[in-house]
Nanobody
Framework: QLQLVESGGGLVQAGGSLRLSCAASGRTFSSVAMGWFRQAPGKEREFVCAISVGGASTYYANSVKGRFTISRDNAKNTVYLQMNSLKPEDTAVYYC??????????????WGQGTQVTVSS
């Protein structure tokens, strides 16, 4: 089992930045690919980005490419999402996720509880 706990969400103005963190415990963090997903009100959950086991490869949805950066620190069992140039359409609950076998991935083996990000115009 892998437990994931997100933090860092909040309210920010358009054009601003936020950094989300996801702390993992339980299973060996360094053996799983990690990713972020989001779900806006009334919409389905969507893929945002992912990072490979060792961190050498990343993959982004077109909607966030060039604005968001995913990274991981395997020594701290933590994955990060740096979000810059935020837009109101980025408003959503952001979920940390992990996959034991695939990268990138759209189906996760483990999910965090989510953290709210609200971008005001």
């Amino acid at each position: 089992q892998l437990q994931l706990v997100e933090s860092g969400g909040g309210l920010v103005q358009a054009g601003g930045s936020l950094r989300l963190s996801c702390a993992a415990s339980g299973r060996t963090f360094s053996s799983v690919a990690m990713g972020w997903f989001r779900q806006a009100p009334g919409k389905e959950r969507e893929f945002v980005c992912a990072i490979s086991v060792g961190g050498a490869s990343t993959y982004y949805a077109n909607s966030v490419k060039g604005r968001f950066t995913i990274s991981r620190d395997n020594a701290k069992n933590t994955v990060y999402l740096q979000m810059n140039s935020l837009k109101p359409e980025d408003t959503a609950v952001y979920y940390c996720a992990a996959n034991r076998f695939k990268f990138p991935f759209t189906i996760a083996d483990y999910w965090g509880q989510g953290t709210q990000v609200t971008v005001s115009s």
